[in-house]
Protein backbone atom coordinates (compact mmCIF):
# COMPACT_ATOMS: atom_id res chain seq x y z
CA UNK A 1 0.00 0.00 0.00
CA UNK A 2 2.92 2.11 0.36
CA UNK A 3 3.40 2.57 -3.02
CA UNK A 4 0.67 2.93 -4.34
CA UNK A 5 1.71 6.92 -5.29
CA UNK A 6 5.36 5.22 -7.54
CA UNK A 7 3.99 5.01 -10.70
CA UNK A 8 2.22 8.30 -11.52
CA UNK A 9 4.28 10.49 -13.79
CA UNK A 10 3.94 13.85 -13.95
CA UNK A 11 3.93 15.09 -17.34
CA UNK A 12 7.74 15.04 -19.11
CA UNK A 13 9.96 17.59 -16.95
CA UNK A 14 13.80 18.33 -17.64
CA UNK A 15 14.56 18.15 -13.91
CA UNK A 16 15.38 14.76 -13.20
CA UNK A 17 14.69 14.15 -9.85
CA UNK A 18 14.86 10.96 -7.63
CA UNK A 19 11.75 11.05 -5.82
CA UNK A 20 12.92 7.13 -4.13
CA UNK A 21 15.77 8.43 -2.34
CA UNK A 22 14.08 11.75 -0.78
CA UNK A 23 10.83 10.04 0.02
CA UNK A 24 10.94 8.99 3.68
CA UNK A 25 12.79 12.67 3.97
CA UNK A 26 9.68 14.20 1.93
CA UNK A 27 7.01 11.62 3.93
CA UNK A 28 8.42 12.88 7.57
CA UNK A 29 8.66 16.30 7.08
CA UNK A 30 4.74 16.57 5.19
CA UNK A 31 3.53 14.75 8.41
CA UNK A 32 5.40 16.81 10.89
CA UNK A 33 3.76 19.97 9.00
CA UNK A 34 0.47 18.44 9.60
CA UNK A 35 0.85 17.46 12.72
CA UNK A 36 2.13 20.84 14.23
CA UNK A 37 -0.49 22.91 11.96
CA UNK A 38 -3.08 20.53 13.81
CA UNK A 39 -1.95 21.20 17.38
CA UNK A 40 -1.34 24.92 16.52
CA UNK A 41 -5.19 25.67 15.51
CA UNK A 42 -6.17 24.23 18.80
CA UNK A 43 -3.91 26.38 20.77
CA UNK A 44 -5.47 29.23 18.40
CA UNK A 45 -8.46 28.57 19.56
CA UNK A 46 -7.92 27.87 23.53
CA UNK A 47 -5.93 31.24 23.59
CA UNK A 48 -8.49 33.01 21.48
CA UNK A 49 -11.67 31.33 24.02
CA UNK A 50 -9.94 30.85 27.14
CA UNK A 51 -13.86 30.87 28.92
CA UNK A 52 -15.24 27.51 29.31
CA UNK A 53 -18.60 28.67 28.41
CA UNK A 54 -17.24 29.28 24.99
CA UNK A 55 -14.38 26.62 24.50
CA UNK A 56 -15.09 23.88 27.13
CA UNK A 57 -11.15 22.39 28.16
CA UNK A 58 -12.63 19.03 28.41
CA UNK A 59 -12.43 19.22 24.17
CA UNK A 60 -8.79 18.70 24.06
CA UNK A 61 -8.77 15.40 25.40
CA UNK A 62 -9.93 14.13 21.44
CA UNK A 63 -6.16 15.75 20.37
CA UNK A 64 -4.88 13.97 23.17
CA UNK A 65 -5.83 10.63 21.84
CA UNK A 66 -5.36 11.13 18.64
CA UNK A 67 -1.78 12.24 19.41
CA UNK A 68 -1.70 9.18 21.61
CA UNK A 69 -3.25 7.06 18.40
CA UNK A 70 -0.50 8.71 16.09
CA UNK A 71 2.31 7.37 18.47
CA UNK A 72 0.85 4.29 18.49
CA UNK A 73 0.33 3.57 14.66
CA UNK A 74 4.03 4.33 13.76
CA UNK A 75 5.69 2.49 16.62
CA UNK A 76 5.00 -0.63 14.95
CA UNK A 77 6.47 -1.01 11.89
CA UNK A 78 5.44 -2.65 8.58
CA UNK A 79 7.90 -5.72 8.49
CA UNK A 80 6.39 -6.45 12.37
CA UNK A 81 2.90 -6.35 10.74
CA UNK A 82 3.66 -8.77 7.74
CA UNK A 83 5.99 -10.86 10.04
CA UNK A 84 9.17 -10.49 8.12
CA UNK A 85 11.07 -9.26 11.26
CA UNK A 86 9.45 -9.64 14.61
CA UNK A 87 9.37 -13.03 15.82
CA UNK A 88 10.23 -12.69 19.21
CA UNK A 89 8.42 -10.96 22.47
CA UNK A 90 5.07 -11.94 24.23
CA UNK A 91 2.74 -11.45 21.54
CA UNK A 92 4.74 -11.45 18.53
CA UNK A 93 3.13 -10.79 14.50
CA UNK A 94 -0.21 -10.85 16.33
CA UNK A 95 0.59 -8.46 19.18
CA UNK A 96 1.81 -6.27 16.58
CA UNK A 97 -0.95 -6.71 14.39
CA UNK A 98 -3.43 -5.70 17.76
CA UNK A 99 -0.95 -2.57 18.77
CA UNK A 100 -1.86 -1.27 15.17
CA UNK A 101 -5.74 -2.07 15.10
CA UNK A 102 -5.90 -0.44 18.49
CA UNK A 103 -4.12 2.78 17.23
CA UNK A 104 -6.34 2.85 14.25
CA UNK A 105 -9.06 2.55 16.56
CA UNK A 106 -8.00 5.49 18.54
CA UNK A 107 -7.38 7.34 15.80
CA UNK A 108 -10.80 6.92 13.95
CA UNK A 109 -12.54 7.19 17.04
CA UNK A 110 -11.30 10.46 18.14
CA UNK A 111 -11.66 11.75 14.36
CA UNK A 112 -15.44 10.90 14.70
CA UNK A 113 -15.51 12.15 18.80
CA UNK A 114 -14.00 15.69 17.14
CA UNK A 115 -16.93 15.74 14.46
CA UNK A 116 -19.38 14.94 17.38
CA UNK A 117 -18.17 17.80 19.10
CA UNK A 118 -18.34 20.06 16.37
CA UNK A 119 -22.05 19.68 15.63
CA UNK A 120 -23.49 18.20 18.98
CA UNK A 121 -21.49 21.58 20.78
CA UNK A 122 -21.48 24.10 18.09
CA UNK A 123 -23.39 23.97 15.26
CA UNK A 124 -26.80 22.30 16.36
CA UNK A 125 -26.73 24.52 19.74
CA UNK A 126 -25.81 27.67 17.02
CA UNK A 127 -23.78 29.28 19.24
CA UNK A 128 -22.25 32.92 17.88
CA UNK A 129 -18.81 31.38 18.10
CA UNK A 130 -18.32 28.17 15.92
CA UNK A 131 -14.60 28.07 15.57
CA UNK A 132 -13.72 26.22 18.73
CA UNK A 133 -15.46 23.51 17.35
CA UNK A 134 -13.99 24.19 13.60
CA UNK A 135 -10.56 23.62 15.45
CA UNK A 136 -11.13 20.77 17.74
CA UNK A 137 -12.29 19.03 14.00
CA UNK A 138 -9.05 20.04 11.93
CA UNK A 139 -6.77 19.19 14.61
CA UNK A 140 -7.87 15.73 14.87
CA UNK A 141 -8.16 15.82 11.22
CA UNK A 142 -4.49 17.31 10.20
CA UNK A 143 -3.15 14.84 13.37
CA UNK A 144 -5.17 11.93 11.34
CA UNK A 145 -3.73 12.44 8.23
CA UNK A 146 -0.12 13.13 9.62
CA UNK A 147 -0.56 9.21 10.65
CA UNK A 148 -1.44 8.47 7.78
CA UNK A 149 1.17 10.03 5.91
CA UNK A 150 4.06 9.28 8.59
CA UNK A 151 2.96 5.45 8.14
CA UNK A 152 2.41 4.99 4.58
CA UNK A 153 4.36 7.68 3.06
CA UNK A 154 7.71 5.96 4.08
CA UNK A 155 9.57 3.14 2.89
CA UNK A 156 11.75 0.30 5.02
CA UNK A 157 13.70 -0.59 1.50
CA UNK A 158 16.21 1.39 2.36
CA UNK A 159 16.97 0.15 6.37
CA UNK A 160 17.30 -3.48 5.43
Not at 13 to 36: M, P
Not at 92 to 121: C, D, E, N
Request: glycine share 14%; net charge negative; hydrophobic share 50%.
Amino acid sequence: MSGFLDGIRCGDCECNVDWGERRNTIASIAAGVLFFTGWWIIIDAAVKYPDQGQFHHAYHTCGVIATVAFLMINAVSNGQVRGDSYSEGCLGQTGARVWLFIGFMLAFGSLIASMWILFGGFVVPQKPAVYPGIAVFFQNAFIFFGGLVFKFGRTEDLWQ
